[in-house]
């Protein structure tokens, strides 16, 4: 008879350790917001976390397919390259259905560059020593805020 008690008391031994761990790697996967930064932490401090994500505003250097890079618009030597999420295969057809977002986001990207106009971009870290990914940009135009995310 005193076996009973034992193994229910095992058995919540194990569900209590069981959620403990649940709780835990729940912790670690928290969501965490977007933080404004400036540009020049930034550039000093890039990723050094994954999961970081933040916003800062900047003018374009160059943009391309695959990179824009940020500068604060009066030191070239100052720069950060911040990775754009790949196309997927019906976006690279172009030309078929229309521009596709990326086409479209590279275009107004280099339109924002030729005019100096200052970007806000979204973006977040994937590992330590990798460039930030973009998730999103933002400009005023017209005193109207225009966004496009990838």
Request: aromatic letters at 8%; a positive charge; charged letters at 25%.
């Amino acid at each position: 008879m005193l076996v009973a008690p034992a193994i229910a008391e095992q058995r919540m031994s194990r569900l209590v350790l069981l959620l403990l761990v649940f709780v835990v790697a729940c912790s670690g996967t928290s969501y965490r917001p977007v933080q404004e930064a400036q540009l020049d932490r930034v550039i000093s401090d890039a990723c050094k976390r994954k999961g970081d994500r933040f916003s800062v505003d900047a003018q374009i250097n160059s943009a391309s397919r695959e990179t824009v890079v940020l500068w604060d618009g009066y030191d070239g030597s100052r720069t950060i390259a911040v990775r754009l999420p790949a196309q997927a295969v019906v976006s690279k057809l172009g030309g078929v259905f229309g521009k596709s977002r990326y086409e479209l986001a590279l275009e107004r990207l280099n339109e924002l560059r030729q005019r100096g106009d200052t970007v806000t971009f979204t973006m977040r870290c994937e590992g330590p020593g990798q460039a930030p990914m973009a998730d999103r940009f933002s400009y005023f135009e017209q005193g109207r805020r225009v966004q496009f995310e990838f």
